[in-house]
Structure formats: C-alpha cells, structure tokens
C-alpha cells in the first residue's frame, strides 16, 4: 500500500477503496476535490465472458467531512 492510499483511507468510507481508485486530488478555491473512478471488476458469474465497457454515468458529487477546516467532495464516476 502506497502513503497516498494509506491516506486516503482515513478520509473515504471504509472499504470504497476495494471498487474504486484515486484518480487525482485537487485543492481549489479552498476546498478540496477527491476525484475516484470505479474499478474495472468482472462479476464472478461473467469472469470467463468477454466483456465490453460501456463508460461511465455522470460524475456524481458527494459532500463529505471537512478536512483541516475545508470542505471536501467526492467527486464519482461509476461504470455502466
């Protein structure tokens, strides 16, 4: 395990990180922007099939706790 993630894991809920990645981290206008996209995991009953991604919904925002006094959202994108 990286320090980054090691990190990150204090701030996103238990356990997101199994389905999703860090894919960038941003402070702006004094707030802060964790940007995660979900993993590409095949469902057990689909492992041997081939599979073709379809891309991802919309980027959802999620406001969470303030870190050292600055809001901080999750910005998700989930497969299709």
Do not use: W
């Amino acid at each position: 395990m990286s320090i980054g993630k090691g990190v990150i894991e204090f701030v996103v809920a238990e356990g997101m990180l199994d389905y999703f990645e860090v894919v960038s981290m941003k402070l702006r206008e004094k707030q802060y922007f964790i940007y995660l996209e979900e993993k590409n995991i095949h469902p057990e009953q689909f492992k041997g099939d081939k599979l073709t991604s379809k891309g991802f919904y919309d980027e959802i925002t999620i406001q969470d706790f303030p870190i050292r006094g600055k809001p901080c959202y999750l910005r998700v994108k989930c497969r299709k």
